[in-house]
């Protein structure tokens, strides 16, 4: 149930990301209000985590009212129009993340992992003055491949500083304050260096320059600037991770930023097994036949995403079947309290195969062939 309403979640997140960068304010005020509903919705459900994610609504809620209502100077995240590069510093200083994910944490991957890995291993090393790393390194592929996990897993993997960023953390409504925040993220990043900056969804901020308008083109000359980093005198090394589920959108400007371009693919059958093995730890998965989960779940085009969701929806069907009582209103609010635990049994093929007939993939063969077609011409 959780992994649904997070599916939901994300789904409005990018929406409203999306019309943030259309610059269409009541569109995205819609989607931050729904975005509220949902986090919201999953508190109820949730009650061991009900303050953190009411706390998030709350956050989504007051996100909506300041598109709802500007100021006559302009605000964003409650910082003025005129503010100092460090009002701004103290903005952004929201997007440290901590990392505990590791390599391990993904499922199959083996060659996007290494290559990955090298190359972070390579930029953050005490080096020869000839070895020059790369800036930029851009992860593209279909959605829920695992892009942001394995950014995570490269910041766990080093004692870097890691800024996690969305488009809708620097994308402002008012005009210059996405440039400033952008220069900010930056200008902390090289003070905490070394660091990994982590733009995900950088399309939001990059789509090809015929299709935005001057703010947009605005924003973008300034993360070109930033990732480049020539702004004179010694500086700190940061890293540029980004991500995306449609590298074609990309302006080539950008593009010429990254480099290193890696394809992350759909899942192969030995890593949907792995990957079901993580989202089923602690059950009993012997009566599995993980060689046919994995076939049909190739043939489906399912994303590691899919291939977590199809486990859930197997857990708990498993879970509803032994525990009928879930399907009580009042006999939940007493498991909820923690007077009844909930009882289990093997996870058996039956349970993957009604979570077969819901778990349904956006990607067509035509679709995965524009991203083998860009990988081949675009990436390495």
């Not at 190739?298 to 879930?326: D, I, T």
């Not at 063969?365 to 990988?375: F, P, S, T």
């Amino acid at each position: 149930m959780k992994s649904l309403y997070l599916s939901l979640f994300e789904e409005c997140r990018k929406e409203y990301e999306t019309e943030l960068a259309r610059g269409n304010m009541e569109g995205a005020r819609e989607y931050a209000l729904k975005c509220a509903e949902i986090l919201k919705a999953l508190a109820d459900k949730m009650p061991d985590r009900r303050e953190f994610y009411l706390e998030k609504a709350r956050r989504w809620e007051e996100a909506a009212e300041e598109l709802k209502t500007p100021s006559a100077h302009g605000t964003w995240g409650g910082i003025k129009g005129g503010a100092s590069i460090d009002e701004y510093i103290a903005q952004v200083e929201g997007l440290i993340a901590s990392s505990t994910v590791t390599w391990k944490d993904i499922g199959g991957l083996e060659e996007v992992k290494r290559l990955l890995a090298r190359n972070v291993a390579i930029a953050f090393a005490k080096r020869p003055e000839a070895i020059k790393p790369w800036k930029g390194i851009l992860l593209f592929g279909p959605p829920g491949t695992g892009k942001t996990l394995l950014a995570s897993a490269a910041a766990g993997s080093l004692k870097a500083t890691f800024f996690n960023v969305k488009a809708s953390d620097v994308l402002s409504k008012y005009y210059g304050e996405s440039s400033k925040l952008i220069t900010a993220l930056y200008k902390l990043a090289r003070e905490k260096a070394p660091s990994i900056v982590f733009i995900d969804e950088v399309d939001a901020l990059s789509l090809k320059r015929e299709s935005v308008h001057e703010t947009t083109r605005r924003t973008l000359a300034t993360l070109l600037s930033e990732i480049d980093g020539f702004k004179g005198g010694e500086e700190g090394f940061v890293l540029t991770l980004a991500s995306t589920n449609t590298p074609w959108d990309l302006d080539e400007a950008l593009l010429s930023r990254f480099p290193l371009r890696i394809y992350v693919p759909l899942p192969d059958r030995e890593a949907i097994k792995e990957i079901v093995r993580i989202h089923t730890r602690g059950l009993d998965i012997s009566r599995l036949d993980l060689d046919v989960i994995a076939e049909e779940s190739v043939r489906r085009l399912y994303s590691g995403r899919e291939v977590a969701n199809l486990c859930n929806l197997a857990v708990q069907s498993m879970l509803v079947e032994e525990n009928p009582e879930l399907e009580d209103l009042e006999a939940v609010s007493e498991i909820l309290d923690g007077e009844i635990e909930l009882r289990t049994r093997p996870l058996e093929m039956r349970d993957f195969e009604e979570a077969f007939k819901i778990v349904k993939s956006p990607l067509t063969g035509k679709k995965l062939e524009r991203y083998q077609n860009w990988a081949e011409e675009f990436g390495g």
